[in-house]
């Protein structure tokens, strides 16, 4: 079966702790990218990254890391810098294509700090 | 990316057509119309996306209108599972940065 899976499902951490979140695809998308969803709103891009070895910062990147040494894994850390840190968080994968691009999304983590 | 606006909430009959709007009217000539949904607790799911020409798959049909300010998304006959948050989003593929809002939450009753 082909596409993005996330684990774990849930997360709950004591404040003031890193943890990082997994996001692996085996659609061999070259881009991959990090959300943030809070209640009763949108998604948030934190990071992104378009090839093995490259990311840039989303709109809040503050408080979080990652790293993009193969193009199946694309790990989230939360830092302790991160002062809101509990919400969703959804991981997605694109390639290009003259069509429009498209973006598939894991089945998302929820992260709860304590 | 073209900011995008819909109706925050909608109802429909079970069996009978959804008609979900989407107005974006600043949408520029390179910019795609991307329709998700979002079922309670889950990711994101891909509908469809269009950039002219009015679309179809499996799931839905997308129609924009001739000056692309403005575009509706038909799923033809809509069961209970199609209860979800729709989002609408004009995006130029390039960095690929979707912007979701917050979407209109589709109500289908039985």
């Known amino acids: 079966d082909g596409g993005i899976t996330q684990s774990p499902k849930y997360l709950f951490r004591k404040e003031g702790q890193n943890v990082t979140l997994s996001c692996e695809q085996n659609l061999n998308h070259d881009a991959m990218y990090w959300y943030r969803q809070d209640p009763g709103q949108g998604l948030r891009l934190i990071y992104y990254s378009q090839i093995v070895n490259d990311f840039q910062k989303g709109d809040i990147a503050e408080g979080y890391s990652v790293s993009r040494e193969k193009k199946e894994s694309f790990p989230l850390t939360v830092t302790s810098a991160q002062k809101n840190p509990t919400a969703f968080y959804l991981c997605?994968?694109?390639?290009?294509?003259?069509?429009?691009?498209?973006?598939?999304f894991g089945p998302g983590t929820r992260l709860t700090v304590l | 990316d073209a900011k995008t606006t819909q109706p925050p909430s909608m109802d429909c009959a079970e069996g009978r057509a959804a008609n979900l709007p989407c107005n974006h009217s600043t949408i520029s000539g390179n910019e795609y119309v991307y329709w998700y949904r979002q079922i309670h607790s889950q990711g994101p799911q891909y509908i469809i996306h269009g950039l002219k020409n009015n679309e179809t798959n499996e799931m839905a049909s997308l129609i924009i209108t001739e000056d692309r300010k403005s575009s509706t998304l038909i799923l033809p006959h809509a069961t209970l599972r199609d209860t979800a948050v729709y989002y609408c989003i004009a995006s130029r593929g390039a960095t690929n940065k979707l912007i979701f809002g917050t979407g209109t939450l589709l109500a289908v009753q039985p």
């Open positions: 997605a994968s694109s390639i290009p294509s003259r069509a429009g691009d498209t973006q598939y």
